[in-house]
């Protein structure tokens, strides 16, 4: 059953799902507007036939969307609630309430049967949250039956803030226009994923209709605001008034569309709205709003620690041209970094694509330099290999024509990590990786950290290529550099790899050590992004060594720490091990 905001039809949700008791529900039907005392009767009755035929099977029924529920399905719901579950006893019949989470507008009838439910012994409350990035991944798998590239999965996610409903309704959108196409085993969008694509069908012009033209405009601006954003930023962005923004305040409030939490914050009763209200915007206009949102938000930045220049890039993004090209670079790359120290990988990739674009006409080469850096470990992060390589190329190149060593040494080890594990192409062709076998047998500049870190990096191509005996060497030098710098990280990077020639070589054993002696050095340097690379081989290696139980145990701990940090490609050694310890 499903209850909709624009029927209020009383007990039509219930009467349209009681398939199991059809006589009954005719007389709530047809008795609807009865006051009298044979509504009552009514109720036991069907409470009664439920508990009935939970005694021949599980019976499960499920109301959707209950803060849509007129008063009087939400009365013969709360008795059933009532009546239903403690006649039942230990009878299998479960009664499943679907509701909003969202502040619920003053004087719905949903606010009173939330409160009672807290009330009642057999009430078990569990929320739904949004998906992440892994499970949003899954789906769309399951969805489209392949994988599907970094940059739609990244949209999907950004449009559809993790809504499964929405998801669907995005992927269905897409195959609609014939926008979907398969490059290289993913599938691709040759199209953006808009907002309006993701849109519920929920009828709004009944709560728009009457309300002034400004205060329209003040709910369109909060459509494409985050969450977070106040009401004196909203006015500014609006353009009103103390007074003005009161009335207005007022007017959305008794319409039912938004609520001011406690802090000033501004929140939209229904998820749904807010996103149909963003796609009703034409482009230009949404763009133009941004804009002004961007502007408006810009005004409030203390400085390029403030967490607010992270909206304030994410406006001007979606502003498109009507941006100035020196206000993007600034933000975005200021977004980049910030992004980066958060571990949102995928927005950090989003920035540093954007600020190189807007920059590459506007700084010197030196700091193009480092913005393609930064885009390359972003997009590493991110899992998309062709992108990292772009980027990696592009700042390789700058390195050479500037003579920045260290640059270009931090380059090929992104480019050579991202191939040997974004890629399927790992290390058969040691001529892929001339570049890093050169920069390690050369005299240069670079910061000594980076070509310990290029030689732990070649241990690991040449293990890859089966040079097990060059995997040796190089390993012996990485490691040694990397005691002799004292640094817990470095000494983590290449007992890794070393770890990876010695498994090369069939001793999981002795590999495991290496690897242990890595994840140590790891956490002593507080890096789980490297962290995961050692527990996940421990898996392989307990298992190679038959200690089950240790594997199970260590698969456990891979896969809590990748899905905190999103290090995906570790996260699948985690899934690989736990199935084989389950075999």
């Known amino acids: 059953a499903a209850c909709d905001e624009r029927l209020g039809i009383p007990y039509l949700p219930l009467t349209s799902a009681m398939g199991a008791a059809p006589a009954v529900g005719n007389d709530l039907q ?33 109301v959707d969307d209950l803060q849509w529920a007129d008063p009087a399905t939400l009365e013969l719901v709360s008795h059933m609630v009532v009546h239903a579950l403690r006649r039942s006893s230990h009878a299998p019949l479960t009664l499943l309430v679907v509701f909003t989470t969202q502040p619920l507008a003053e004087g719905m009838p949903a606010q009173q049967f939330q409160a009672r439910l807290d009330r009642e012994p057999a009430y078990r409350p569990a929320r739904l949250e949004s998906f992440d990035e892994l499970d949003v991944n899954e789906l769309l798998d399951r969805l489209l039956g392949r ?35 398969v490059v290289g085993g993913e599938v691709r969008s040759s199209s953006a994923v808009t907002p309006e694509q993701v849109t519920v069908d929920v009828d709004l012009q009944r709560r728009m209709d009457g309300l002034d033209e400004r205060v329209q405009e003040l709910l369109l601006a909060a459509a494409l605001a985050s969450d977070d954003t106040d009401a004196p930023t909203l006015a500014r962005i609006a353009g009103l008034d103390d007074d003005a923004m009161d009335a207005a305040m007022d007017a959305v409030e008794q319409a039912g569309l938004l609520v001011e939490l406690p802090g ?48 304030v890039a994410h406006h001007l993004r979606r502003a498109g041209p009507r941006a100035q090209p020196e206000l993007v670079a600034r933000f975005a790359t200021i977004a980049v ?11 950090a990739a989003r920035y540093g694509d954007l600020a190189v674009r807007m920059s590459t006409s506007l700084l010197p080469v030196s700091d193009l330099l480092g913005l393609h850096l930064a885009a390359a470990l972003a997009h590493f992060r991110n899992h998309d290999a062709d992108a990292t390589a772009e ?31 974004l890629t399927t192409d790992i290390g058969a062709d040691l001529a892929a990786y ?20 290029c030689w732990a990096l070649l241990t690991e191509v040449l293990t890859t290529a089966g040079d097990i005996d060059g995997a040796r060497r190089a390993g012996a ?36 050590r290496h690897f242990e002696t890595s994840a140590a050095a790891a956490r002593r340097g507080g890096d789980d992004w490297i962290l995961a690379w050692p527990l996940g ?16 145990v260590e698969a456990t701990a891979i896969d809590q720490l990748c899905r905190r940090t999103h290090h995906w490609a570790e996260q699948g050694l985690a899934t690989t091990g736990m199935a084989a310890v389950a075999l």
Request: glycine residues 8%.
């Open 147 to 181: 994988r599907v590239s970094r940059a739609l999965l990244a949209e999907v996610v950004e449009a559809t803030n993790g809504n499964p409903l929405a998801i669907r309704r995005a992927i269905a959108a897409l195959r609609e226009r014939g926008s979907l196409e």
């Open 477 to 512: 030098e990485a490691t040694a550099r990397a005691v002799h710098s004292g640094d817990a990280v470095l000494i983590a990077e290449a007992e890794f790899s070393g770890g990876l020639a010695v498994f090369g070589d069939v001793r999981p054993r002795d590999a495991g």
């Open 391 to 421: 980027h990696c190329a592009a700042a390789t190149e700058l390195a050479r024509r500037s003579g920045d060593d260290t640059a270009r040494g931090k380059a090929l080890v992104l480019a050579a990590r991202a191939r040997l594990t």
């Open 30 to 62: 047809t008795d609807a507007a009865i006051a009298g005392d044979r509504l009552p009767g009514l109720f036991v009755e069907l409470a009664d036939r439920l508990v009935d035929a939970a005694t021949t099977g599980r019976v499960v029924l499920r």
């Open 337 to 347: 970094h910030q992004s980066s120290r958060m571990g949102a990988w995928a927005k």
């Open 537 to 552: 081989r421990l898996v392989l290696s307990s298992l190679l060594s038959g200690d089950l139980r240790r594997a199970e």
């Open 264 to 311: 000033g914050r501004l929140r939209f009763v229904d998820p749904a709205a807010r996103r149909q209200l963003a796609g009703s915007l034409p482009r230009r206009a949404r763009e133009r709003l941004h804009l002004q949102i961007a502007e408006a938000l810009a005004e409030g930045v203390a400085d390029d620690e403030d967490p607010l220049t992270l909206e």
């Open 434 to 453: 001339g570049d890093l076998v050169e920069f390690c047998r050369q005299e240069s500049s670079a910061d000594p950290t980076i070509v310990t870190r």
